[in-house]
């Protein structure tokens, strides 16, 4: 496959759902975008697109790919998915819970060099019982997780509310003030 220019996305999203595979924009996740290519390769039915990064140096061969999509047009991409692939970042999981969609999270490992700690595997560890969250810690687990969550498609991450319980607000202000 061969990388997207912006002007072409729209149009080949068209009406279907895709899956969407973002690393975020700060830092490189190669592994990651080996690992899901290798799966795109054997899953042809199925359209992958990827936002990878501009520090990667992997280039995937069976999925469309960009490195960088404005904010916006992000946006867009994710309304149209029925699957995300990301880091285990905790906006990872918020996007999701945002979009209620399901989501398939890969935490970065520091030994690695992927990060600077080990902090996404506590994540991935905290959120791996809510609903609509596909972990998959290793390389191998990773295709199982994504089966997982498209034999599921109705099941997304619960959506979080933009505001504070109101009991919550209260008790801070009532803190704040007093």
Do not use: C
Not at 16 to 33: E, H, Y
Not at 40 to 50: F, L, N, Q, S
Request: glycine share 6%; net charge neutral.
């Amino acid at each position: 496959m061969a990388r997207l220019e912006e002007p072409t996305w729209p149009r080949l999203l068209g009406g279907r759902a895709v899956i969407l595979l973002t690393i975020g924009t700060m830092l490189p996740f190669d592994r990651l975008v080996r690992v899901v290519d290798r799966w795109a390769g054997v899953h042809r039915e199925e359209e992958v697109i990827a936002q990878i990064g501009d520090r990667g140096v992997y280039e995937p061969k069976h999925m469309q790919w960009m490195r960088f999509v404005p904010p916006d047009e992000f946006a867009a991409m994710v309304d149209r998915s029925r699957l995300l692939i990301a880091h285990a970042g905790t906006g990872s999981f918020l996007l999701a819970a945002e979009r209620a969609r399901p989501i398939v999270l890969f935490p970065r490992l520091a030994w690695l060099g992927e990060h600077t700690s080990d902090h996404q595997l506590q994540t991935a560890r905290w959120l791996q019982h809510k609903r609509g969250v596909h972990i998959a810690m290793t390389e191998e687990e990773l295709p199982s997780a994504i089966a997982a969550a498209l034999a599921q498609p109705e099941v997304v991450v619960e959506p979080i509310p933009p505001y504070a319980p109101s009991p919550f607000l209260s008790r801070l202000r009532d803190a704040l003030l007093n």
